[in-house]
C-alpha cells in the first residue's frame, strides 16, 4: 500500500454541485493531516488541517477517519475557481516525522 | 508582507553547470524545505533543515547540495551530477520542525537544460 494515496481524477462536476474526494494513508501512526491546494504551475496552498473533531471552513468541510485509514474533503456548491489539484499530506512516523505529499486529484468544476 | 521568495521563476542550466536557486524567508520559520515537482507528479523531497548549520537528505539528495548559514536562507545547488535536472522546484517552510505544523510554499522555480 502506498504511503499516501490518491485518485488522480480528474473529477468534472458542474458548478454548484456538491463534491467530495479521499485520501487514503498507510501509517497508522499518522498525526498531521493536511490539504492543500495546487492551480496549474503554481506552488501549493494550505487549504485547511484536518483535525480529528473534523473541521469546516466555509464550503469545504475535512473529515478524518482513523480506522479506516482515510481523510475526505467536501466541498459544497462548487465554484468555477474551485478547479485546482487537491493535494492530500500525512506525516511519516516512520521517517522522521517527514510529511508526505499524495500525487493530488484533478477537479474540474465544469460551467 | 511575510512569506517566502523564491529566485529567479524561470532558470536556464547548461550542460554541466552548476546553478543555485534562492529561497528566502521572513516568517521566522525554523525548518525549510526543497522539493522537485516533475509535471503530473507529486512533490518529492530533495533537502531539509530544521535549525541552522544543520540539513539532511530528503529522497532524492543525489546531485543537489544545500546550506543553512542564516534561518532566513536556504539556497539550493542543482550540480552538473543531476542528470535530469528539469523540474519545477519548490521551497517550503514552518514554524516548527516538527510535522504538527503546516508547510508554506514559496512560488517556485522553474528549471529547463538548455
Known amino acids: 500500500r502506498k504511503e499516501v494515496e490518491q485518485d488522480p481524477g480528474p473529477f468534472n462536476v458542474p458548478e454548484g454541485a456538491t463534491v467530495a474526494f479521499n485520501c487514503t494513508y498507510s501509517?497508522?501512526?499518522?498525526?498531521?493531516f493536511f490539504w492543500y491546494r495546487q492551480d496549474c504551475r503554481k506552488e501549493p496552498k494550505l487549504l485547511m488541517s484536518?483535525?480529528?473533531s473534523g473541521n469546516e471552513d466555509g464550503r469545504f468541510t475535512a473529515q478524518l477517519n482513523r480506522a479506516s485509514q482515510y481523510i475526505s474533503l467536501l466541498i459544497r456548491d462548487s465554484k468555477l475557481s474551485d478547479s485546482a489539484t487537491y493535494l492530500c499530506v500525512v506525516n511519516n512516523v516512520n521517517r522522521d516525522d517527514k510529511i508526505i505529499f499524495g500525487k493530488g486529484t484533478r477537479l474540474h468544476i465544469l460551467p | 508582507d511575510g512569506g517566502i521568495t523564491q529566485s529567479p521563476k524561470y532558470l536556464f542550466r547548461k550542460e554541466g553547470q552548476n546553478v543555485t536557486l534562492s529561497c528566502e524567508q521572513n516568517?521566522?520559520?525554523?525548518?525549510m524545505y526543497w522539493y522537485r515537482q516533475d509535471p503530473g507528479q507529486g512533490l518529492r523531497l530533495i533537502y531539509y533543515s530544521q535549525i541552522v548549520n544543520d540539513f539532511q537528505k530528503g529522497d532524492i539528495a543525489e546531485g543537489y547540495s544545500v546550506s543553512r548559514e542564516k534561518k532566513e536562507s536556504f539556497p539550493l545547488t542543482v550540480t552538473s551530477a543531476q542528470k535530469n535536472p528539469t523540474a519545477f522546484y519548490l521551497c517550503?517552510?514552518?514554524?516548527?520542525?516538527?510535522?504538527?505544523?503546516?508547510?508554506?510554499f514559496g512560488d517556485g522555480t522553474r528549471l529547463s537544460i538548455l
Open positions: 516568517l521566522n520559520h525554523d525548518a
Open positions: 517550503a517552510s514552518s514554524i516548527y520542525k516538527d510535522s504538527y505544523q503546516p508547510q508554506h
Open positions: 501509517n497508522s501512526a499518522s498525526q498531521s
Open positions: 484536518v483535525y480529528s
